[in-house]
């Protein structure tokens, strides 16, 4: 059931479910982005660097927060615009097979001067199965009031 701006206020936590990072999530995305580099890509090479595996990409991370963000059914129906990414932090590494869950925690909400719309501050946090956070930041949004949403 999608929140409304009216039904969002702050400190509020929402936390998705889990998903597990594969090799395919990898190379796809190294595919699509053309981030080919070897620390993500190459086996061998990856075990001479200081985690001794490859690494998945950051940006990987970032965007799968959306989508686990999605699954939560918190914003799907009221959500008009991801309005940035701000202070994004990688403060430790993620590795294929890491199950992953997001946190969002609404920081405020306020209504804009059409008043159909507010705009929504959330903190975003990506945590691995050890509750450990590998990344961290705002992802404000635009969403909906209940009012524009049924007219």
């Not at 294929?96 to 705009?119: A, F, M, P």
Request: glycine fraction near 10%; charged fraction near 20%.
């Amino acid at each position: 059931m999608p929140h409304y701006l009216e039904d969002l206020e702050a400190g509020q936590t929402f936390v998705s479910p889990g998903r597990t990072i594969t090799e395919t999530d990898v190379m796809s995305f190294a595919a699509w982005t053309g981030d080919n580099n070897q620390v993500h890509t190459d086996v061998e090479f990856a075990k001479s660097t200081r985690y001794g595996q490859r690494v998945v990409h950051g940006m990987l991370g970032a965007s799968l927060c959306l989508g686990l963000i999605a699954r939560t059914g918190v914003f799907e129906g009221s959500a008009v615009a991801l309005l940035g990414i701000d202070d994004w932090t990688f403060p430790l590494p993620v590795f294929i097979g890491d199950t992953l869950t997001c946190t969002v925690e609404i920081l405020s909400t306020r209504l804009t001067s059409k008043g159909t719309t507010g705009i929504v501050e959330r903190r975003v946090v990506l945590q691995n199965q050890r509750g450990e956070t590998v990344q961290s930041g705002r992802m404000d949004l635009m969403v909906l009031t209940r009012a524009a949403a049924l007219a």
